[in-house]
Every structure is written in structure tokens, then in C-alpha cells.
């Protein structure tokens, strides 16, 4: 792996490494604060014990889940849910009316995933909430121009996480990150089919790869790039910056003050 991001990052790539071997990053300050933290963000406490820890996530993640934008009423497909975190943001986003698909493929995840939901939504909360197990690539067969939101969280080579892994770090080859990237365009095929005319759509990942990133989101321009537009926001967070190419945004480690990874896009399917 390090050869191969080397050659990526080139002379960044020591000082990236070295953030993303860290676990320190910035923690925000709990609701009700006062302060001017750059990664202020909402906790969630579980509902069942006071004394239980809140739910802390990334603040790159955070911002993921927040840039698709769920309004009150809207019906929203978290489409790769597990563990949960983002989930609970948009479900926390909902109106009395809204609903949320919270769905993962994987049974031991979706039990994790189930269990996180329950902790920290409140009852009232969790009757918006269904929780599903479906391979993603069937939305959009099975519930075409359903949904008006959809995060595509995709499964990616997560590389902070595999190098904390040695079993997974002795097994990485390149071929792992373009294996993932064809997963991953499949996601957003099937993401696309499903969202409705005007509906809106974020895909993120936590892999540093431009394979997973800008690469899959360049082949979903050029082969379907009439059905939909980017929609990327003038302002996400004074840390995030724009690729080269424009499709997405990054939240480095190195230059986030140790959060993420994290790359993110929106884009909105064009009406007929």
C-alpha cells in the first residue's frame, strides 16, 4: 500500500500517512456550548441510559451525511447504512412525515446498525425508521423514482482503518480499490434509478483512492452525465476543498487537523 500512495501523493504522502495512523483529531463541543469550533456538530445520548456515552463520529462524516440536505418531508434512502452514524443525522432530520430506508446487505451489520438506531432515536423516531437488508444494486430496479434522497455512503478500501489492520494491510493489493470502484459505480447506477426527477444525491467514501473517488464519479458523467448535475454547494466547511477536476470535495487528515478522510459529492437527477 505505501508504494502504491507514494506514488499518488508523492511528497505528501509521509505527512498524510502519518494523520491517518493517528487517532487524534479536533473533538467538537457538545450541543449548547458556546464557542467557535470549526467542527461543531450535534452528539447523540442515548436515550435508554443518561449516563451512557453520546455517539461521536468523525466531524468529516458529519458533514457527509449533512450535505444531502434532508428537508421535513422528505422519504430518503441511507442505501450503505451501517454502523449507523449518519443515519441518525438524517433521521434526525425528518418531519413528522418523512421517512427513512436505513439499508444494509450485511445481517451482523444490520443488527449493529439496528441497535445503534434504537439506542439513540426515540421511540416517536424510530416508527420513520425502517431498517432493511437489500443489496444495493436492486433499488433502483425494485423502487424506480421512489426516493427523494439518497445517500450512497459506498463501501471503499477505508485505508485508516486497514492500516490499524495488519491481517488487512498484508492482504491489500491495488486490485482491491478497482475491484471496489466497479461496487461502487454499480451503487450509483442503481442510486440514480431510484432517485426522483429533482431528487437529490450524495456519494461519499473514506478511501483516499481517486479510483473510488473522482475516477468513478468521471465514468458516471460520461455515461450518464444527461440524466443528472453536480450540485456542489459554494460552502461546505472552511476545511473541505474541491478536487481538481470539480466532481467532489475532500476532508484530509493532513490538512483537517486529523479528520476524515472523506470525499463528497451532491448531484440532482434532471427532470424529464
Not at 25 to 43: A, M, T, W
Not at 169 to 189: D, N, V
Not at 228 to 245: C, I, M, Y
Amino acid at each position: 500500500m505505501n508504494e502504491y500512495y507514494q506514488k499518488l501523493y508523492g511528497e505528501r504522502w509521509p505527512q498524510l500517512l502519518k494523520a491517518m495512523e493517528s487517532d487524534e483529531f479536533k473533538v467538537c463541543r457538545p450541543c449548547g456550548q458556546s464557542g467557535e469550533d470549526p467542527f461543531s456538530y450535534p452528539h447523540f445520548e442515548s436515550g435508554q441510559d443518561i449516563n451512557s456515552s453520546f455517539y461521536v463520529m468523525d466531524p468529516a462524516s458529519i458533514l457527509a451525511a449533512e450535505l444531502l440536505g434532508v428537508s421535513a418531508n422528505d422519504v430518503v434512502l441511507d442505501m450503505c447504512a451501517a454502523p449507523g452514524g449518519k443515519s441518525l443525522i438524517l433521521a434526525e432530520s425528518l418531519g413528522p412525515s418523512g421517512k427513512l430506508f436505513s439499508n444494509e446487505v450485511s445481517q451482523n451489520r444490520r443488527l449493529r446498525l439496528l441497535n445503534v438506531l434504537r439506542e439513540y432515536l426515540s421511540e416517536e423516531k424510530m416508527t420513520q425508521v425502517q431498517v432493511v437488508g437489500k443489496d444495493g444494486l436492486r433499488f433502483g430496479m425494485e423502487y424506480p423514482e421512489f426516493f427523494d434522497r439518497i445517500l450512497v455512503d459506498a463501501p471503499c478500501s477505508g485505508e485508516r482503518h486497514i492500516l490499524k489492520d495488519p491481517k488487512e494491510l498484508k492482504k491489500w493489493t491495488p486490485k482491491r480499490t478497482k475491484k471496489l470502484a466497479s461496487t461502487q459505480y454499480g451503487l450509483l447506477c442503481s442510486a440514480l434509478l431510484a432517485l426522483k426527477p429533482g431528487g437529490t444525491l450524495v456519494y461519499s467514501t473514506c478511501s483516499i483512492s481517486p479510483l473510488e473517488n473522482t475516477d468513478v464519479l468521471a465514468k458516471l458523467s460520461k455515461k450518464k452525465g444527461d440524466q443528472f448535475t453536480f450540485d456542489l454547494p459554494k460552502a461546505v466547511h472552511p476545511l473541505a476543498h474541491k478536487d481538481e477536476h470539480g466532481f467532489g470535495l475532500w476532508m484530509m487528515p493532513d490538512k483537517c487537523m486529523g479528520a476524515g478522510p472523506i470525499f463528497m459529492t451532491r448531484i440532482k437527477k434532471v427532470s424529464p
